[in-house]
Each structure stands twice: as C-alpha cells, then as structure tokens.
C-alpha cells in the first residue's frame, strides 16, 4: 500500500513525529503502527528507501512527500 493510503490510517501523533523527523530512521514502533495501517515496509514500494542496522529509512521521494503535506501541499506520489 501506498502512502497516502496508510498516511491517514495511522495515529496523529505518529504523523507528527514523520514529519518532525522525516529523513530520521524510524523506530520500530513506527514501523509497526505503518506496517498495522498497511504499508509493507517489505513491499519495494516507492515509499520504502533502505533497511539495515541503522534502522528503517523512507525513501527520498517519501521524505518528500512528507514535507509536502507538512507544508499544507496535496502532494501527487512519483510514478
């Protein structure tokens, strides 16, 4: 799934913290409540960038994404 399709599915506060965060590997719990609201982590989708022992990383178009809506933008994702 998409995120603009989990986006909205997960608790505001988690949003709140993508945002103030975005670039910042996400915690285990966020990745979580991500994977509960239907975004694969595993899924290649283009939300995902990498994952290692640092942590989980969205991609760069997803930090993107993420500053766009932050910034009270309707963000298109890329194709």
């Given amino acids: 799934m998409s995120i603009e399709r ?3 599915k997960v608790k505001p506060a988690t949003r709140a ?3 103030e965060n975005n670039g910042d590997a996400v915690p285990p719990e966020i990745v ?6 239907g975004g694969l982590v595993a899924s290649g989708a283009w939300w995902v960038g990498e994952s290692g022992p640092s942590g989980f ?11 766009a809506i ?6 298109e994702p890329p194709v």
Wanted: glycine letters at 4%; hydrophobic letters at 50%.
């Fill in 6 to 8: 989990w986006w909205p």
């Fill in 17 to 19: 913290w993508l945002i």
């Fill in 32 to 37: 979580a409540e991500i994977t509960t609201a």
């Fill in 57 to 67: 990383f969205i991609s760069d178009e997803a930090a993107d994404w993420i500053e």
């Fill in 70 to 75: 932050a910034n009270g933008e309707e963000p």
